[in-house]
C-alpha cells in the first residue's frame, strides 16, 4: 500500500500522474482538510500534524509515503527521514530546477504558500539556480479557495494579486503548491500564455525509482485507491473522484 497525503484535495493533481506510472498498488489517499491550511502554520505545527497522519498511514500498512503538499515536504521531509529512517518518504518540491533546465533566462513568477516560500529547503533550492529574473509570490489564502472550489473567489484573489505582473511578461510559472495546478485556467486569463511547471511528474518518476531500488512490488492486477478526509465531509470525496477523472 503506498500513502499520499495533502492538507486536502490538492494532492489529486500529484496523484494523477502517479497512476499513469502503472504501478499496481493499492493508493491510500489521506486528504487532512480539517487542518487545512498548512502554508499558515508553524514549521512545529505542522510537523506534528503530518507526523500523526504518517503514523496512521504506517498503522493500515503502507510501504511508501508520498508527500504531496509542497509545505509539508518544504518543513516536515528532513525530520520525518530522521526520525523514520525505514520508510520510504517521497517528496514533492517547487519545479524551479525544471524552469533552469527548460528556459534560464526566463521571467518567472513563483507561486507557493507561505510556510514553503519561507522554508529552509526551499530557499536552498532557490539560491541554487536564481537566475534573477524571478518573482517569489506567497499566496496566503489561495489554497483554501481552491479546496472550496469558489471560481468567483478564485478569480478575484487572482485580479488581485497577479494584475501587477500583466505588463512585465512572465515566461514561466511555477506552481509551488499542489492545489495550484487546478486553476491554471484561472492565472492564464490574468498572464496570458505562459508556460507551467509543476513538481508532480518528478514526484511520479522519484515514486518508480525508489520502488525499483528497493526492490518493492505489488501482486494486484490493477491499482485501486482509498479516500480519507479528516473532516468527515462526503462532499470532498465527490470533489476528489470529479478531479480524478477531469483534465483540469
Ligand atoms: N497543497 C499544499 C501545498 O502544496 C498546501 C496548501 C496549504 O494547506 O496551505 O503546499
Known sequence: MIGILDSGIGGVTVLREILKQNIHAKFIYYSDSKNNPYGDKSEDEVYSIVKTIVDYLLDKGCVAIVLACNTASAICVKRLREEYPDTLFIAIEPAYKMVHDYNPNGKTLVMATEGTINSEKFLTLFNKYDNHKTILLPCKGLAEL??????????????????????????????????????????????????????????????????????????????????????????????FKELMSSDE
Do not use: A, M, W
Open 146 to 239: 481552491i479546496e472550496e472550489g469558489n471560481e468567483v473567489k478564485i478569480d478575484r484573489y487572482l485580479d488581485d494579486n497577479l494584475s501587477k505582473y500583466k505588463d512585465i511578461d512572465i515566461d514561466n510559472v511555477v506552481l509551488g503548491c499542489t492545489h495550484y495546478p487546478l486553476i491554471k485556467k484561472n492565472i492564464r486569463r490574468v498572464l496570458g500564455d505562459v508556460k507551467f511547471f509543476d513538481g508532480s511528474l518528478g514526484v511520479s518518476k522519484e515514486l518508480v525509482r525508489q520502488l525499483e531500488l528497493r526492490g518493492i512490488t505489488f501482486d494486484n492486477k490493477s491499482y485501486s485507491v482509498e479516500f480519507i478526509d479528516s473532516s468527515g465531509n462526503v462532499s470532498k470525496e465527490n470533489r
